[in-house]
């Protein structure tokens, strides 16, 4: 096996790889220091013809890289926006915003 040439989009998908545990809320992942392997290879799955109906990807959600069918997956679009949006309120709650909101509410009675 050769080493292969690390492009920008096997360091993506290698990243990818890497926060897996990120990427599903109900799957658990050990904390092992998970480095970039110095021979892999990549490869496409090829799926069998008994599989048409049952585990069949569409065309929509298929991409060309392992991130592309990360972003074009919507529930874990959903779950991405969610959590973005929880980890925002909780950096901007309290602070000086959030005071002069508290502030404010008190001047209305």
């Known amino acids: ?12 998908d290698l990243s990818i790889i890497k926060q897996r545990n990120a990427l599903d809320p109900k799957r ?15 490869g ?8 048409f109906y049952s585990a069949r990807m569409s065309r929509r959600e298929r991409g060309n890289t392992l991130v592309e069918e990360v972003l074009n997956d919507s529930d874990r679009k959903k779950y991405f926006k969610r959590k973005y949006t929880e980890i925002q309120d909780k950096k901007t709650s309290g602070g000086k915003n959030h005071y002069k909101k508290v502030k404010s509410m008190r001047k209305k009675y």
């Open 1 to 12: 096996m050769k080493q292969p040439e690390l492009t920008p989009s096997i360091t993506r």
């Open 44 to 51: 496409t799955v090829v799926e069998g013809n008994t599989e």
């Open 28 to 42: 658990h992942y050990k904390k092992d220091k998970w480095e970039i392997p110095k021979f892999f290879q990549m």
